[in-house]
């Protein structure tokens, strides 16, 4: 009879050491499994804001040097055609971009990026308007349309900062 208990008692221990280890074992696997989805996001979320911060700089380099051609005495057609080109497709790496800052959040950050791609819409369209504008005009040197372009450029500054601002609160990188 002491035999048969102790058996019992033995075998009732290694079914419950098992068990232990079993549910051990399950949580460690889904812990790692939360740390890896995290270490993950951050690193998408890393990803899509430096993507947005740089794609918006090309968008801003590519109009000044289209606005640079613009103001130029005597310039062309011809001449505004390469940065004219250069600045319209600027602008869809950094729709793109944002949009993804949008899917990766967290919705303070994606709320600051849409106030940056608002901003730069806006210089888009201050740009393009003064682009047709020398067009139909024949001449880049048009006051109204680079007082309109330059209102942009100014405007999308502070935009810019809070959306960097935002990054790095969401990244943990705040001093």
């Not at 968008?59 to 310039?75: C, E, N």
Request: glycine content about 8%; charged content about 20%.
């Amino acid at each position: 009879m002491a035999a048969v208990i102790g058996a019992a008692i033995g075998t009732l221990g290694g079914v419950g050491g098992g068990l232990v280890t079993a549910m051990s074992q399950g949580f460690h696997q889904r812990r790692q499994r939360q740390i890896d989805r995290e270490h993950n996001l951050e690193q998408a979320r890393r990803d899509a804001y430096s993507t947005c911060i740089s794609t918006s700089k090309q968008v801003s380099a590519a109009w000044w040097k289209l606005a640079a051609t613009l103001r130029l005495d005597g310039s062309t057609e011809e001449q505004w055609r390469e940065p004219a080109t250069g600045a319209h497709a600027a602008w869809a790496p950094f729709s793109s971009a944002a949009a993804e800052v949008a899917v990766v959040g967290p919705a303070f950050v994606a709320d600051a990026a849409d106030v940056l791609r608002r901003a730069m819409y806006d210089l888009d369209m201050a740009g393009t308007a003064w682009h047709e504008a020398a067009l139909q005009a024949g001449t880049g040197r048009l006051e109204a349309f680079d007082a309109r372009y330059m209102r942009a450029v100014e405007a999308k500054r502070a935009p810019g900062s809070a959306f960097q601002a935002a990054a790095r609160r969401a990244l943990l990188a705040e001093n």
